[in-house]
């Protein structure tokens, strides 16, 4: 049985100006990562900094739930997987939210309460397998925590606490479900090593890092070959290396100049999509095995927060305002990308009153302002999924009279975590967006 003892997370207001557009939360609308549903690839959920959009048919149309659904006091760039049935999970600070396949309905697990839930995993084959890292604080000291679902509906502890261990990331090998990927830092977060299992979580080997890299990502894992793992790092520099042998030895195959926020692998295996502010890069494996070196493939001055390569296509995250979308994807290898998402279209979730997300109504209006929406919007994704939901909903009103401070003007307050909390904040937004 694991402590219960742990720390509380201090938070300190700090007052400033904010710019326009801005959002209740402070911060620039922009999405951040897009997950697909393994057994439904029209079914995607793209976290955003207002809030969860998800579309069911492959983003012809899509549909907000707000922050608050989720959690009262919002969230900031938390970790989500799809699992079995469509259901969402989703890495808090203080624990696990699970939601129905709406998005409309969240609940807690009272298993991990108070945890830091940092980040989760899924089971590509099997999206009733996933796994989650959390980082628990015991007499003043970090460990991990690793816990897994076999069903999607219920968590549990995969072994004893990882002593002196901040998770970043992890990853499952697909062809060896067992086989467990784990990047870290030490509890002094200086130190950065790989853990591994090959028995789902229950024993653990440890593999140092890279040469020089003391905060390391486990970013995928190859899809036929699970020895092959990526990992990226971003301090001392940013980089992207692959180890061919299990974590044991890496090899640095990218240097960047700037965070590589967006990372993915092609569902085959063969290329690797990396970029940030700077633009996007295809890699590919032509010679690797015969012992060549990984050659760029394909250029984009795309500026990309986020990338996730499905059988679709590869999915970016980009910035509405300089690349013209907010959601694109590329059938082409990254060399062109097709606008799937703006702002102005997004619609409310139209959810029943008494649902988690029945209050996310009254918030539409300031948002819709805040990203260039209609407040009449009432055209909803998410409403008739399954085919037999449209009557348990209800349509955001026309003309309502919302708050509007959300507006262009803005909110004159953000919140600032103390710095512990800042560096795992910091650390959540460098890591991979769910294979990019």
């Known amino acids: 049985m694991r402590p219960t003892a742990r720390a509380g997370l201090v938070v300190v207001v700090v007052v400033a100006g904010l710019a326009a557009p801005a959002l209740a939360n402070g911060r620039y609308p922009s999405a951040g990562q897009l997950v697909v549903d393994h057994a439904d690839a029209r079914h995607m959920v793209v976290r955003t900094t207002f809030g969860l959009l998800q579309t069911?048919?492959?983003?012809?149309?899509?549909?907000?739930?707000?922050?608050?659904?989720?959690?009262?006091?919002?969230?900031?760039?938390?970790?989500?997987?799809?699992?079995?049935?469509?259901?969402?999970?989703?890495?808090?600070?203080?624990?696990?939210?699970?939601?129905?396949?709406?998005?409309?309905?969240?609940?807690?697990?009272?298993?991990?309460?108070?945890d830091n839930v940092i980040d989760l995993v899924v089971n590509g084959a099997d999206p009733a397998m996933a796994y989650l890292a959390a980082a628990v604080t015991v007499n003043g000291a970090f460990n991990a925590l690793i816990a897994g679902t076999t069903d999607g509906v219920t968590w549990s502890d995969t072994g004893a606490l990882l002593a002196d261990t901040y998770p970043l990331t992890i990853e499952i090998a697909p062809s060896r479900p067992q086989r467990l990927y784990l990047g870290a830092e030490d509890g002094n977060l200086e130190l950065g090593f790989i853990d591994v299992s090959d028995d789902g979580g229950a024993s653990w080997t440890t593999h140092a890092g890279p040469d020089g890299v003391n905060a390391v990502y486990i970013s995928a894992v190859d899809p036929q070959d699970a020895d092959r793992v990526y990992l990226r790092s971003y301090f001392p520099q940013s980089g992207l290396y692959v180890s061919d042998d299990g974590a044991a030895t890496w090899t640095l195959i990218y240097q960047s100049e700037v965070?590589?926020?967006?990372?993915?692998?092609?569902?085959?295996?063969?290329?690797?999509a990396v970029g940030g502010a700077n633009g996007?890069?295809?890699?590919?494996?032509?010679?690797?095995?015969?012992?060549?070196?990984?050659?760029?493939?394909?250029?984009?001055?795309?500026p990309v927060d986020c990338l996730t390569w499905a059988s679709a296509g590869l999915y970016a995250c980009a910035d509405e305002a300089t690349a013209g979308f907010t959601i694109g994807v590329s059938t082409d290898g990254g060399e062109t990308f097709t606008p799937i998402l703006h702002l102005k279209d997004l619609t409310p979730a139209s959810c029943a009153s008494t649902s988690s997300a029945g209050s996310c109504a009254a918030q539409w209006c300031s948002t819709a302002n805040a990203i260039g929406a209609s407040c009449s919007s009432t055209i909803d994704a998410g409403a008739g999924v399954d085919g037999d939901l449209s009557g348990s909903f209800v349509?955001?009103?026309?003309?309502?009279?919302?708050?509007?401070?959300?507006?262009?003007?803005?909110?004159?307050?953000v919140l600032v975590l103390a710095l512990m909390a800042e560096r795992s904040r910091s650390r959540k937004a460098a890591r991979r967006t769910i294979g990019g």
Not at 57 to 64: C, E, P, T
Not at 86 to 94: E, F
Not at 262 to 268: I, M, Q, T
Not at 402 to 413: K, L, Q
């Open 56 to 114: 069911f048919d492959a983003g012809s149309h899509w549909s907000l739930i707000c922050e608050q659904a989720v959690s009262p006091q919002g969230f900031e760039d938390p970790e989500i997987v799809v699992t079995t049935g469509g259901q969402i999970a989703m890495g808090l600070p203080d624990g696990l939210a699970v939601g129905d396949p709406t998005g409309c309905g969240w609940t807690r697990d009272a298993e991990f309460v108070d």
């Open 259 to 272: 965070p590589l926020t967006g990372f993915a692998l092609s569902p085959d295996g063969q290329h690797v």
């Open 280 to 302: 996007l890069t295809i890699l590919g494996r032509a010679g690797v095995d015969a012992g060549g070196g990984y050659a760029t493939a394909a250029n984009a001055p795309l």
């Open 395 to 413: 349509k955001a009103e026309t003309g309502c009279g919302c708050e509007t401070a959300g507006g262009p003007s803005g909110f004159d307050f």
